[in-house]
T-cell receptor, first 114, second 109 residues
Framework: GAVVSQHPSRVICKSGTSVKIECRSL??????MFWYRQFPKQSLMLMAT?????????EQGVEKDKFLINHASLTLSTLTVTSAHPEDSSFYIC??????????FGSGTQLSVL | TQLLEQSPQFLSIQEGENLTVYCNSS?????LQWYRQEPGEGPVLLVT?????EVKKLKRLTFQFGDARKDSSLHITAAQPGDTGLYLC?????????FGTGTRLLVSP
């Protein structure tokens, strides 16, 4: 079946540094990718929708300058958390929509900001 | 903002018991999906329901989509410890998937 690879699975960084998370569709082309954030014991909150070759669409309340999204190709989208702070610590999950409209999820990235 | 409220938020039961999880919204969705998520992993799709009133069965799991396509339920028969996890409903609207508030299920042996 279709696989979405998310890397890294876990990252610990110091406050003020930037962290890049990659989301790759391994065996299909993803017309659209989505980025979610999940705090402990909570549900997934959609952060932004990423379309290849165009600017990402951010959900209300999500700072686009804080969470930079680049969807450079049909198989790769990246989320960069800039100047990370402890409150950005969370589980970040991407998903990719294939041409047949099916949606596949990555395995998530646990970000811990010290 | 579209909200999907799940109830209960947390459920702790004994092996063999039955349970139902509800997913309610004031919005209409073109489809509704149910996922199960383990700690530290991405959600795994269980089922997609599309038609109002649709009922789908997956072994001991029964999923129903409301007639108005605003709500859904998940019924588990004879729960097993392996059913433990976070259950999430998610509604598809305007090409986006919005997740419910989640139901954490714990099934004890």
């Amino acid at each position: 079946g279709a696989v979405v690879s998310q890397h890294p699975s876990r990252v610990i960084c110091k406050s003020g540094t930037s962290v890049k998370i990659e989301c790759r569709s391994l065996d299909f082309q993803a017309t659209t990718m989505f980025w979610y954030r999940q705090f402990p014991k909570q549900s997934l909150m959609l952060m932004a929708t990423s379309n290849e070759g165009s600017k990402a669409t951010y959900e209300q309340g999500v700072e686009k300058d804080k969470f930079l999204i680049n969807h450079a190709s049909l198989t790769l989208s990246t989320l960069t958390v800039t100047s990370a702070h402890p409150e950005d610590s969370s589980f970040y999950i991407c998903s990719a929509r294939a041409v047949n409209e099916k949606l596949f999820f990555g395995s998530g990235t646990q970000l811990s900001v010290l | 903002t579209q909200l999907l409220e799940q109830s209960p938020q947390f459920l702790s039961i004994q092996e063999g018991e039955n349970l139902t999880v509800y997913c309610n919204s004031s919005s209409v969705f073109s489809s509704l999906q149910w996922y199960r998520q383990e700690p530290g992993e991405g959600p795994v799709l269980l089922v997609t329901v599309v038609t109002g009133g649709e009922v789908k069965k997956l072994k001991r799991l029964t999923f129903q989509f409301g007639d108005a396509r605003k709500d859904s339920s998940l019924h588990i028969t004879a729960a097993q410890p392996g059913d433990t996890g976070l259950y999430l409903c998610a509604g598809e609207s305007f090409q986006k998937l919005v997740f419910g508030t989640g139901t954490r299920l714990l099934v004890s042996p």
